[in-house]
């Protein structure tokens, strides 16, 4: 069986309604998918206005609002339903990739299992992190028994990281984990792509160190250690400013708790990303949650010196002391802001150090390219599927 002979059934919390960079990454597979030959059909909730067209065929799941405080543009898919049923019974997938644990996976497991389909796991976030930051740390042992049981009945699992995969294997959740990195758009994150007048605008001079943050405006991003580590700095006397890229529901958190010179660019993508992100002069990135860390490769390709937190995902991505600097998370909040504030001073005062780490950083991130990159998700398919048959 060749990769143009294969029908794909994926199915997926959030494809399209609202962008982020798991969903971004699952709609370049599915485009890369169909470039070479395959089917694939998509299962995911749908909206009237999602945030951008989907890639590819996309059929609606049921499903609610999640019920999770602050997370209300999320959707939770409930289960797979009549209609559902009968839609996969007619496409009659070789495979079945489940990206991530809600109940309606659940259910595509067990259909594709009373059918003896393979199935392949995709890992994009640390959900076992989430319920820290919204105070129900209580119910992270049970929801990493979960996902452990979910998991182990899958066929395989791919996840972004060398980092995530050794850390989904010490926490027992399979034996079979394979590696789907991510790729940068290097038409769209270059350090050719820095705008001085829009610095301007935005009120920074030449001179002014703009420390970055990227990505959407929620509390598991690790917004209290970045304004934490941003207060901290202040009391040094390092002089720099903040640069804040994308927008969400902890937008009036942040702004409270950042400094008034803070400036908020709002929510972009393509070029306009692409420029705003390399017009900055220090990426921060404290989240543990993350998987890969797509934020973390954009801002290596647009040129900047990177200061993340040394956990899954940022860890094999940014090269301590050469591309940036790596902080090892803690359990205290204020050990990690003073940890942070000491990696990102020396940036602050030294525009040498900041060119020769996010030059090394750049060159780094040119190593990254989607097809290749996406093809390992394409040779596991098969290998699933020829594996199953072999077994048959």
Sequence with gaps: MDI??????????????????????????????????????????KVANPDFPPTGDLVGLPNVPMPVKGRGEYRMPTHLGASVKRDLDAFAPHIVHLSSPDPAA???????????????????????TYPRYYNMAFLEPAIIAMLRRFYNRCDALVAPSQSMIDELRAMGMHRRIGLWSRGVDRTIFSSARRDPEWRRSLGLASDDVAIVFLGRLVMEKGLDVFAETIAQLQQQGAAHKVLVIGDGPA??????????????????????????????????????????????L?????GLPVVAAGATGSAS?????????????????????SAFAAALAPYCNDPGLRRAHGAAGETRASEYSWE???????????????QRGSEG
């Design 4 to 45: 143009s002979d294969l029908r794909i059934a994926l199915f997926s919390g959030n494809y399209n309604y609202t962008r982020d960079g798991a969903n971004q990454a699952l709609n370049r597979l599915v485009g890369s998918l169909l470039r070479r030959g395959a089917k694939v059909r998509v299962y995911s909730p």
């Design 106 to 128: 659940h259910a595509a497991l067990r259909w594709a299992r009373r059918r003896g389909l393979p199935v392949l796991a995709s890992v994009h976030t640390r959900f076992e």
């Design 251 to 296: 937008r009036g958190w942040f702004e409270a708790n950042l400094p008034k010179s803070a400036i908020f660019a709002g929510f972009k993508t393509g070029e306009a990303l692409g420029a705003a992100l390399a017009s900055g002069d220090v990426f921060f990135n404290p989240s543990v949650t993350e998987t890969f860390g797509n934020v973390t």
């Design 298 to 302: 954009e801002a290596m390709a647009s």
């Design 317 to 337: 991505l940014v090269a301590d002391g050469v591309t940036g600097r790596l902080v090892a998370p803690s359990g205290n909040m204020k050990t990690d802001a």
């Design 372 to 386: 290749a990159i996406n093809a390992v998700v394409a040779d596991t398919y098969l290998d699933l599927v020829r």
